[in-house]
């Protein structure tokens, strides 16, 4: 639970640019973890989950950011 709260105030104090950029290397690497694990080739396999929970919380960080930025406005 120690790396969550980590990783939480590291991307809270993120802006929404670097938000976009750190969601897409995120979705890179799972990409690439789920091509390993596709050929045998991945160890790790709990890396897979941990990876769709970080981009989870991006994406949930980056609703609420934009919301508070831009209002209900946004389509």
Do not use: P, Q
């Not at 690439?32 to 970080?54: F, M, P, Q, Y």
């Amino acid at each position: 639970m120690k790396w969550k709260a980590l990783f939480m105030k590291e991307i809270s104090s993120k802006s929404v640019k670097e938000l976009v950029d750190m969601r897409r290397k995120m979705k890179k690497e799972l990409f690439e973890l789920k091509s390993k694990n596709a050929i045998r080739g991945l160890k790790e396999t709990h890396k897979i989950g941990d990876t769709k929970v970080k981009i989870a919380r991006i994406n949930t960080l980056l609703a609420l950011k934009i919301k508070e930025n831009y209002g209900n406005n946004m389509k």
